[in-house]
């Protein structure tokens, strides 16, 4: 079992900043493939960015330049620096925790969320 919660949430003003933490408890947090979504009023849950537990990431094309994932596996930590900020990621963020570790056994943990408002 894997807990996760976020925070680093809050208002921002566009061109802004903001970084997000995801605390990761339980055991073999390096081994899950690390993930944001971000759900925005009236929309479907998107996916954000990723990072596989060897470093490898990815981002939906509407992020690109301006978001960086990471992760700390020391600290059973992962992060989402957003940077240029618009009125349109505004959303709720999620963490997520994905783990395939055989064809029957699929791991998969959400947070609770953290609301970020970027206003204009």
């Known amino acids: 079992q894997v807990r996760l919660v976020e925070s680093g949430g809050g208002l921002v003003q566009a061109g802004g900043s903001r970084r997000l933490s995801c605390t990761a408890s339980g055991s073999f947090f390096s081994m899950y493939t690390m993930a944001w979504y971000r759900q925005a009023p009236g929309k479907q849950r998107e996916l954000v960015a990723a990072?596989?537990?060897?470093?490898?990431?990815d981002y939906v094309d509407t992020v690109k330049g301006r978001f960086t994932i990471s992760r700390d596996n020391a600290k059973t930590t992962l992060y989402l620096q957003m940077s240029s900020l618009r009125p349109e990621d505004t959303a709720v963020y999620y963490c997520?925790?994905?783990?395939?570790?055989?064809?029957?056994?699929?791991?998969?943990?959400w947070g609770q969320g953290t609301q970020v408002t970027v206003s204009s």
């Open positions: 997520n925790a994905k783990w395939r570790r055989s064809l029957a056994d699929v791991r998969n943990y």
């Open positions: 990072i596989t537990s060897g470093g490898s990431t």
